[in-house]
Each structure stands twice: as structure tokens, then as C-alpha cells.
């Protein structure tokens, strides 16, 4: 996403999901990832992700145009419609005005760049390492509740804002995605800049050379790990 002031059909975002609606004066997005643990269990979380995304999407359209979104009851509206066995971090954005408000749950967010360098981050929520809070549906069980992280960040006019889940910001650190909008010529095009980020961050979650924001985060913990991340 790139923060522009001319009008609402500039609002780009290369996301999961996003919600520009002329008529509606709303821009929104949100990405999710699902929780890979759910594998053992012969269940694709990614299924629940996805619906998830979904019913967001479709929470946001239900709203009457004008009316100021809150995330965490669209976030939590969503959830509830939600029916795929599975679970899935989430971080869902709107731009109201000059601020970026948001909703979090777990290590999926999203950085914002002005003038090509890092200026902010959002958070992450974790149990503990590598164990991050999550919206799901449990075997059994059904849905528990969820602790929702609320944030804001004034932006400005030409900020850009990559949103994305562990598998990128476990594998690329702040200074890379520095790197890659500094060999943009001017203003770059978001789907070409998301393609780049992307292939950096899968190229480095195979390497087992490559110090990794999880190699190091792990070490903190002492525990031992070699490379990127790709689990």
C-alpha cells in the first residue's frame, strides 16, 4: 500500500484482502496466515485462513458507507462466521484520514517506509517463541476467546506500507526491504515491489547461510537455529 492524498481509486494495496470502495469513502485490508501446527493433525489451516480473509471482507461491505470501521468488531464478526477447523494470525488496517489504525492477533502486521527507511512496525503476540496468539476453531472445542492488540501510526503522503506474515518478517529484517525500495526508480509499483519482497524472503528461508530475524530472535531464547525459516 502506498498512502496517497488524491483520491480513493490511487489506494493500492498487495495484500490478502482489500476494501476501496468509492462509495463507501472506506480503505481497508488485512492479511492473515494460517497456523502450519495443524498439519500433524492432517488439517490445512490455511483453509480457515482464507474464509476468515472472506468473511472480513464481506463484514466490511455490510457496513454503511461512511461509517468509521471497527477492526477488532469486524475482525471478531469474522471470526465468529468463520467455520474451517483450523487457526490463523490475522492483522487487519484502515486508513482513517491521516492515521493507520489496526488490529492484531499474533506475528502477522506490517512496516511502514517514508522516504525508503523504516519508521515503524507493528507489534507482535506470542504465548511464548515462535507461539503466537491466534483466532481459531478447535476440535472439540470450538472457539476460545482472543486477545486483540489495537494500534495507530500517523502517516503521511507517499509512506509505503508492506504488509505480511512470518514467513516474510521472519526472513527479511527492516534494513533488506530498505534496500530493495532504495533500487526503485522514484515512486515503486506495489505489485512489483511485493513480487521483489517476496522472492528475497522465499530465498531466504532455504538458505542455511543466511542470519535470520528467526535465527536470531531463537538465539535470544537459546535455542538453536541455523538459516532461515521455512516450518
Known sequence: MIIKKRSLSDFQATVSVSDDDESSGRQAFGVADGVGGWARKGIDSGIFARELMSNYLASLRSLNPGRAVDLKETLLKAHSMTAATGSSTACVVSLEGDRLCYANVGDSGFMVFRGKRLVYRSPTQQNYFNRPFSLGNWVGEGKRPVSVFLGEFDVEQGDVVVAGSD??????????????????????????????????????????????????????????HVGGQNR
Open 167 to 224: 514467513g516474510v518478517f521472519d526472513n527479511l529484517f527492516g534494513s533488506e526491504i530498505e534496500e530493495i525500495l532504495q533500487e526503485s526508480d522514484g515512486e515503486p509499483w506495489p505489485q512489483d515491489l511485493a513480487w521483489s519482497i517476496a522472492t528475497v524472503a522465499s530465498m531466504n528461508s532455504v538458505s542455511q547461510e543466511y542470519d535470520s530475524p528467526f535465527a536470531i530472535a531463537a538465539e535470544s531464547q537459546g535455542i538453536e
